[in-house]
């Protein structure tokens, strides 16, 4: 089976202008060379950006046709299938989230299988349900979500496996949890306030928050998501008992926990709720806090960022780029 590391052959990025891809693929880039990376999405680079830094493609992951065209065109040995509709936006628009997170998979591992790809399928803490203990919940148990997304990521992790199993594939994964960064925007997610109360607080010293104060989810800073990714791809198959789907996490905190923390920076900042019943649905579904021991054990997987040092390295990066309002 082979894994990245021994592999010569080049990398397509699906879904690579959202809030992962923006830092996946230069981290990609500096790793394996700016042409071993080929960026694509189904929106065109924005204007004035160029394609310098490497290879972009537009391509619509549910057709099979463009997909195996790049894929033979730029002899890609493995697919990191980022495409797919987040929680929030998925729970608004159910049937276009099961057409894109699902047949866009399917169409991804279909592609892998014929043209002999690896495949990294990044699944999320939304793959949980309510009958999910909701304190450490451990890589195997129950998984009855109640939403569209957890719906196509319960799936889509044993489609996965599926692949692996009958065709293969070398098809690994990871079980997200929210994601915070300062790259690009967050993608309509239900961990989402994570990201917009840094804007909002060096902006106005102010947030409005969509979630209760004391809702808890697991979280992690895209620095640490992006090297799990790659740590995952390039780790010896020979130890991996689950290959899929592995829980991973690096702190969990709660809005009114993350607004202090906030606070030891900008002693003025202030955080109010208007809770979003929505979402909060949604949160309330997932576990609080996971077990990540299997990630831990079978490749050596350890966060970097806590908290604290994930909060002051977004405010500083932020800072460098916005002003605060008059
Ligand atoms: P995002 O919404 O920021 O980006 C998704 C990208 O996919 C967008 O650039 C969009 O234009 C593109 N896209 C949409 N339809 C497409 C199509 N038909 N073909 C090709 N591209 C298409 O999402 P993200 O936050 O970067 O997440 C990427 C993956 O990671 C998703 O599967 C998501 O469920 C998973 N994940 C994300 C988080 C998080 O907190 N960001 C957490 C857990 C799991
Ligand atoms: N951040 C993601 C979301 O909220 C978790 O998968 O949808």
């Known amino acids: 089976m082979t894994s990245v590391r021994s592999m010569s052959k080049t990398i397509l990025v699906t879904g690579a202008l959202g809030q992962i891809g923006s830092e996946l693929v230069p981290a990609l880039r500096e790793r394996y060379g700016k042409d071993a990376v080929i960026a694509s999405d189904l929106r065109m680079l924005p204007m004035g950006a160029s394609a310098g830094n490497g290879p972009f493609e537009h391509l619509d992951c549910t057709r099979i046709r463009p997909l195996q065209d790049i894929l033979s065109r730029y002899q890609v040995g493995i697919i990191y299938h980022l495409a797919a509709l987040l929680s929030a936006v998925a729970e608004d628009r159910p049937q276009v989230a099961w057409h894109l997170n699902m047949d866009g998979l399917y169409q991804v591992l279909e592609a892998a299988r014929q043209n002999h790809c690896a495949v990294f399928f990044p699944s999320s803490i939304g793959a949980f349900g309510p009958t999910t203990p909701r304190d450490h919940a451990p890589q ?19 489609l996965c496996d599926y692949y692996f199993r009958r065709f293969a594939v070398d098809a690994r994964g990871l079980r997200l949890p929210g994601l915070i960064s300062h790259v690009a925007p967050a993608g309509g997610g239900t961990t989402d306030y994570a990201v917009e109360i840094f804007y909002q607080a060096i902006r106005y010293r102010h947030y409005t928050c969509f979630l209760r104060p004391d809702t808890r989810l697991e979280m992690m800073y895209m620095p640490d998501a992006v090297r799990a990714i790659i740590e995952l791809m390039e780790a010896d198959s020979t130890r991996l008992v689950h290959r899929n789907a592995f829980n991973i996490t690096a702190m969990n905190f709660t809005p009114d926990e993350l607004a202090q923390e906030i606070r030891k920076h900008i002693p003025d900042f202030v955080i109010a709720y208007e809770v979003d019943p929505i979402r909060q649905t ?3 579904s997932w576990p609080r806090t996971i077990d990540d021991g299997a990630a831990r054990d079978e490749w050596g997987w350890t966060p970097r960022y806590t908290l604290e040092t994930m909060t002051g390295n977004m405010l500083d990066k932020l800072r460098h780029r916005l002003r605060p309002a008059m």
């Open 140 to 158: 195997d148990t129950v998984q009855r979500p109640t939403t569209m997304y957890g719906v196509t990521k319960v799936a889509a992790e044993m």
């Open 282 to 284: 949604i949160a309330d």
